[in-house]
């Protein structure tokens, strides 16, 4: 299953609404990419434990919001949302970086410490990257 997927039958949100926000969410954070294939209706439905149509009702969603599409021969895919999407990206985590600061803030960590949590982050995944 993809590690970006989860659902929550508890939930007052219908579960083929969860499937939907989570892959648009996948997609604006760069998680998923164009031409990346989606898992099978059948397999998702089997990872998560529920009915295929739900899963198709999700999909077919997905693919009138013009997000994914399918084609013969390889399944389901991000569709190619021609170079918006990672302007969009951006935006996306930008606003996230601003809720961070803010809710640090809110919570009284000084700009100083979370500068340098921030800092050690950034050598962390940089160093990794180079390894």
């Known amino acids: 299953m993809a590690i970006w997927l989860d659902v929550n039958s508890r939930s007052g949100v219908p579960i083929y609404v969860q499937i939907v926000e989570q892959v648009k969410h996948a997609i604006e954070v760069g998680a998923v990419q164009p031409g990346d294939q989606l898992p099978t209706v059948r397999q998702l439905a089997i990872d ?3 009915a295929p149509n739900t899963i198709v009702k999700a999909y077919n969603e997905l693919q009138m919001l013009g997000l994914i599409e399918s ?3 390889m399944g ?3 569709a190619n949302l ?3 999407i990672r302007k969009q990206q951006t935006e996306t985590l930008l ?3 601003h809720d ?4 640090a803030a809110s919570l009284g960590i000084s700009a ?3 500068a340098a949590r ?3 982050e950034i050598n962390q995944f940089y160093k990794q990257g180079k390894e």
């Open 48 to 50: 998560l434990t529920i």
């Open 71 to 73: 084609k013969a021969g």
């Open 76 to 78: 389901t895919i991000v």
């Open 82 to 84: 021609n170079g918006s």
């Open 95 to 97: 606003a996230r970086l």
């Open 100 to 103: 961070v600061v803010r809710d």
């Open 112 to 114: 100083e410490e979370l």
């Open 118 to 120: 921030f800092d050690a």
